[in-house]
């Protein structure tokens, strides 16, 4: 089975920065693409983020200017570099991987935008 292991996350102030990372397992990673999903409660999962394996991105409008998201393929790693943050950003969050009709995803990490 393919294992995503997130981590990252907490507690931050409005403005602040948080950076989330994704470690991926057992897959050829350099060939999937990579996403970060948020959901708030109460509310649907949100495509955050995405990068393809030849290094596309795209965003969500709602993120687009203020998060970045990068892959290390040595490091089988995916990261989520998060700044401006607000309140409206408060989710879990989740890592996934995609190709073809797989998709396997990360347990999640809490994020908290709030003074």
């Known amino acids: 089975q393919v294992q995503l292991v997130q981590s990252g996350g907490g507690l931050v102030q409005p403005g602040g920065s948080l950076r989330l990372s994704c470690a991926a397992s057992?897959?050829?990673?350099?060939?999937?693409?990579m996403a970060w999903y948020r959901q708030a409660p109460g509310k649907e999962r949100e495509l955050v983020a995405t990068i393809l394996s030849t290094g596309t991105t795209n965003y969500a409008d709602s993120v687009k200017g203020r998060f970045t998201i990068s892959r290390d393929n040595a490091k089988r790693t995916v990261d989520l570099q998060m700044n401006s943050l607000k309140p409206e950003d408060t989710a879990i969050y989740y890592c996934?991987?995609?190709?073809?009709?797989?998709?396997?995803w990360g347990q999640g990490t809490q994020v908290i935008v709030s003074s």
């Open positions: 996934n991987a995609a190709f073809g009709p797989t998709t396997k």
């Open positions: 057992r897959i050829i990673f350099a060939t999937y693409t």
